[in-house]
């Protein structure tokens, strides 16, 4: 029996209550979300995980779906369709994106390859960037510096990060984070 059937609800009870906590994300309700994401994230997440086939992928993306949940929940409407569409939808979307990301980032790769003979790597120095920048960058820890420059300047996720530097997801988010806040700091740049 699908996740989305029981014996007590039936599916367009569940279709009701889904809308419901949409329509209360939209104002700003967070225990909506809570209990949006609690009854749904099974099926985004078991989606995600067919098209991407890698699970830190399909987590991220996952997330990603609840986050823009919680951005665009105004823009719902039930008499459009139901709220299991709109989140397969965006799933879906998410997910196919990831997928051509992937594929693009690989065929950059390669081109970096038949350029210089080497995968691209984080530099101390990169070429266009503004000496300040430059100096803030240098001014870093290096293994912030690192994933830094390897999330923005070359498009690595976070999760593609964590399988190639061997970390945990969680400690590359978190490198990211705190070298950001000096970067921002350095550059004296508002919070």
């Known amino acids: 029996m699908p996740a989305f059937e029981s014996a007590d609800i039936s599916r367009t009870d569940l279709e009701r209550t889904w809308a419901g906590y949409v329509r209360r994300i939209a104002v700003g309700d967070q225990g909506a ?13 078991g989606m995600t ?3 991407l086939r890698n699970p830190a992928d399909a987590e991220e993306v996952t997330l990603d779906i609840y ?11 039930d008499r459009r369709g139901s ?18 990301s992937r594929a693009n980032r690989g065929q950059r790769e390669e081109a970096l390859l038949e350029t210089d003979g080497s995968a691209p790597a984080a530099s101390s120095v990169l070429p266009g960037v503004a000496g300040e920048v430059q100096a803030a960058l240098l001014a870093l820890a290096p293994e912030q510096r690192e994933v830094i420059e390897l999330a923005y300047w070359y498009g690595y996720s976070h999760s593609e990060l964590a399988a190639r ?9 978190t490198r990211i984070r705190m070298g950001m806040m000096k970067l921002r700091s350095q550059l004296g740049a508002q919070p």
């Open 33 to 45: 979300l809570a209990a949006l994401y609690d009854a749904t994230n099974r099926l985004i997440y």
């Open 49 to 51: 995980l067919r098209i």
């Open 67 to 77: 986050t823009q949940v919680w951005r665009s929940a105004a823009s719902f409407d």
């Open 83 to 100: 709220a299991t569409a709109w989140l397969v939808t965006m799933a879906r979307s998410r997910a196919i994106d990831r997928l051509r």
């Open 165 to 173: 530097l061997g970390q945990p997801l969680g400690t590359i988010k």
